[in-house]
């Protein structure tokens, strides 16, 4: 078994921790907000409508899952090869990865993790039962590509 992982683990860890006290954050203040308008019988005035402070915390529970789903660690085990995410472990024979290439979707990490210009930060690794995030920047990331084209010479390989 070979063990592909991220070589800056503060790069997958930060922003998980970061978003996740965000999102407390902002949850605890739309709990606040709430309590109050429901005091008040929503006859007085709030200080922030219960209604806006619905978007910062979807904002964030999108970072977060997405975060949380996303590859940072692969390991090729003969003809398989699992894909491990804080909340997420995903195990694809070779034989049926039928793409790798970078993710061209609307990231969903727009306020936390911004793309850099010409730089493809997020890769998508599809499959016949679907598709996986992952982070690109792993240690011998070459060497594993180079295994999966040897074993699966029909995959395609894009931005690679």
């Not at 806006?52 to 975060?67: K, M, Q, Y």
């Not at 940072?72 to 398989?80: K, N, V």
């Not at 306020?111 to 499959?127: N, T």
Request: aromatic share 8%; net charge positive; hydrophobic share 50%.
């Amino acid at each position: 078994m070979k063990v592909y992982r991220h070589y800056r683990p503060v790069r997958v860890w930060l922003p998980l921790l970061l978003t996740t006290i965000v999102g407390l954050g902002v949850a605890a203040v739309g709990v606040a907000v709430v309590v109050r308008a429901v005091g008040d019988g929503f006859a007085g005035e709030a200080l922030i409508p219960p209604a806006l402070v619905a978007l910062p915390v979807a904002g964030v529970g999108i970072n977060l899952w997405f975060l949380a789903r996303t590859a940072h660690e692969i390991r090729l085990e003969g003809t398989s090869i699992e894909l491990i995410a804080p909340m997420r472990r995903v195990r694809i024979p070779i034989g049926e990865i039928t793409k790798l290439a970078p993710w061209e979707a609307g990231c969903a990490t727009w306020f936390l993790l911004r793309h850099q210009a010409g730089y493809a930060s997020w890769f998508l690794l599809r499959h016949q039962s679907g598709g996986v995030v992952l982070d690109p920047r792993l240690d011998g990331m070459h060497d594993l590509i180079a295994e999966i084209k040897r074993q699966n010479p029909a995959v395609e390989l894009r931005g690679c």
